[in-house]
């Protein structure tokens, strides 16, 4: 997700035309400009042409969502294959610098305000056996927000890791488990997971509120932080 402040005009990009275009349309019809993008967050030729589209369009760029991931595989690590690998710290990580590389010119023009969504895996719970791929990937985009805050800071660019917990979203879709009953340790908890909820996931407007804080300027003076949003979950779970 990008957006340009003046007229709040938003840029929602996903891999396939539909959930853009279902994006745009849910946008539209609550007042609000919006443009539909397609790419693979993983190549560079789709997202630096998609930012490019907006640039052309609009002339500048204020606020970067780096939202897009996927969980991929988890397996035992000699069941989880090169590729599957790759193709997880592909999307999630190397997704993750792509956006923000090619969004930094236009951000610093003005200055503007960077979230990426990371994970409690990789950074808090350590203990979902399997996800090493994933995990992994999460705690790279953490690093990649310090580093980068740190870098963007004089140009008034503010950059932010979001580490949501379990959140109700479609994200089991693109999920595959294979083996990992083999080599899970057993923990039990007996009263939940999500002490603050009722063992509830969270909700997706919940972490919209939160990305919302983060790229206005009522965060002014946060940058290079990462905030869970987990109900506490991974207080219990870590």
């Known amino acids: ?7 709040a ?30 790419a693979d967050v993983s190549q560079p030729d789709q997202m630096q042409a998609a930012v490019q589209k907006i640039a052309d369009l609009w002339g500048r760029l204020d606020i970067v969502f780096a939202n897009a991931g996927i969980n991929g595989v988890w397996a035992p690590l000699e069941e989880l294959s090169p ?15 792509l956006t923000v590389k090619y969004a930094v010119p236009y951000l610093k023009k003005q200055g503007g305000s960077v979230v990426i969504t990371a994970s409690v895996n ?5 203990s979902n056996t399997g996800a ?14 310090k580093m980068a805050a740190l870098e963007l800071a004089r140009s008034k660019v503010r950059v932010n890791v979001i580490c949501p917990g379990a959140i109700e979203t479609r994200i089991e879709e693109n999920t ?27 909700s997706a407007e919940q972490v919209a509120q939160l990305v919302l804080f983060l790229s206005s300027d009522a965060s002014s003076h946060i940058s290079g932080s990462e905030m869970w949003i987990d109900g506490a979950e991974s207080l219990l779970k870590g």
């Not at 997700?1 to 007229?7: D, P, R, S, V, Y």
């Not at 590729?83 to 610098?97: I, R, S």
């Not at 090493?132 to 927000?145: E, I, M, R």
């Open 1 to 7: 997700m990008l957006l340009a402040k003046e007229g």
């Open 83 to 97: 590729e599957e690998w790759d193709h997880t710290l592909n999307v999630n990580l190397k997704g993750t610098f």
């Open 9 to 38: 005009r938003v840029a929602a990009l996903d891999h396939t035309e539909e959930n853009a275009r279902k994006t745009v349309a849910e946008i539209e019809q609550k007042g609000g400009k919006a443009l539909a993008l397609t």
């Open 132 to 145: 090493t791929a994933y995990s992994c990937s999460k705690a790279g985009q953490v690093a990649f927000a």
């Open 176 to 202: 595959e488990k294979r083996k990992v009953e083999q080599v899970k340790i057993p923990v039990e908890f007996p009263e939940g997971s999500q002490p603050l909820s009722d063992d509830k996931p969270g």
């Open 122 to 126: 990789g950074t808090r719970i350590f």
